[in-house]
Structure formats: structure tokens, C-alpha cells
């Protein structure tokens, strides 16, 4: 981390056991990824009395290149922190999760859907319902009239650019789908 990792206890006094605690967590995350620039963790204890006990809620914001993320557990939604060491693990597992969503994103690895080929109609047989579509890389892709979206087959005329989605037909490869290009 490019700034020390800030530590706040709210409510409650600092534990030398649960600083350490944190500090182990934090360097977790600084391990998995080593651009962070800061990290502040508040630890805060329910000022609320409850009958089965103290809750706590941890807060950490985590500061990356062009971005903050936070994680904010809060005690109401899980009864299991009552427990502040839990409730810290917790707090830091989801974070490393964003984190490495973040991580992901940043090297480009995000899932994407690519775009459908691209070709040309090469010929069309109106009488026999279907056309041929020259694919971008040459091969010749077999489509019947039914597979022409947002357009009538009768409006398609040889030399138009098109998108399909291939899949293999019974005598080849075939387009499931063609969508004339604008």
C-alpha cells in the first residue's frame, strides 16, 4: 500500500489482538494486489443494547487507480456478528472479491460477447428460399429466408453487408440468423 493502513475503533476499545487481526487481512489483500493506495478500516461497536449481545459493523474503504471501493457489514442484517472477528473476516473476503473483479476488469479480462461474423450476400435463390453469404474469411455460409431478422428476403440484394451466427447445418455451415448492416 502506497499510505499505511489506517485502522478505527468506534464504540468500543482498541484490541491490540484485533488490530493485528486487521492488519493480517489487509496485507492479504495488499498480496493479492499490489496497486492499492490506501485502506481504511473502521471497526464500531452497536451502541444499541440488544438482549443476545453486542453487534459489530466493519467498514473498509480501499482506495485503487481510479477508483474507491467499500465494504460495509453491517450487524442487523447477520446476527453472526456478534462476533467481531467474524464480522471482520466477512468484511474482507467480500472485499477481496471486488477487488479482484476490479483486478479482472483492469487487465481486460471481463467477459464479453463478441460480435457476430460479418460477410456479404454472394448470391440469392428467391425461388428456392435461400441465399449464400461470403464470409469475411471466404467461406461460403448457406442461410434460408426465414433466418433474415429486421429485413424481407425480398429486400436483399447481392453485395449487401451482413451479420449472422453460424452454426453447422446438415450439408455444412449455415447462419442461424442474418442481420443486414446499416
Known sequence: MKLPLEITFRNMEPSEALEANVREHAGKLD???????????????????????????????????????????????????????????????????????????????????????????????????YGIIEASAGEEIYFHRNSVLGADFEQLKVGNEVRFHQEQGEKGPQASTVKLID
Not at 443476545?52 to 442487523?76: A, C, F, M
Open 31 to 129: 498480496q493479492f494486489y499490489d496497486r492499492i493506495m490506501s485502506c481504511r478500516v473502521v471497526v464500531e461497536q452497536d451502541h444499541k443494547h440488544h438482549r443476545q449481545g453486542n453487534l459489530y459493523h466493519v467498514r473498509i474503504d480501499l482506495t485503487v487507480p481510479g477508483k474507491e471501493l467499500v465494504v460495509s457489514r453491517e450487524p442487523e442484517k447477520h446476527q453472526a456478528y456478534e462476533d467481531v472477528y467474524v464480522a471482520v473476516r466477512d468484511a474482507f473476503r467480500t472485499m477481496r472479491r471486488q477487488l479482484k473483479e476490479y483486478a479482472q476488469r483492469q487487465r481486460g479480462q471481463e467477459k464479453y460477447h463478441e460480435a457476430p461474423p460479418q460477410g456479404r450476400i454472394a448470391a440469392l435463390f428467391p425461388a428456392e428460399d
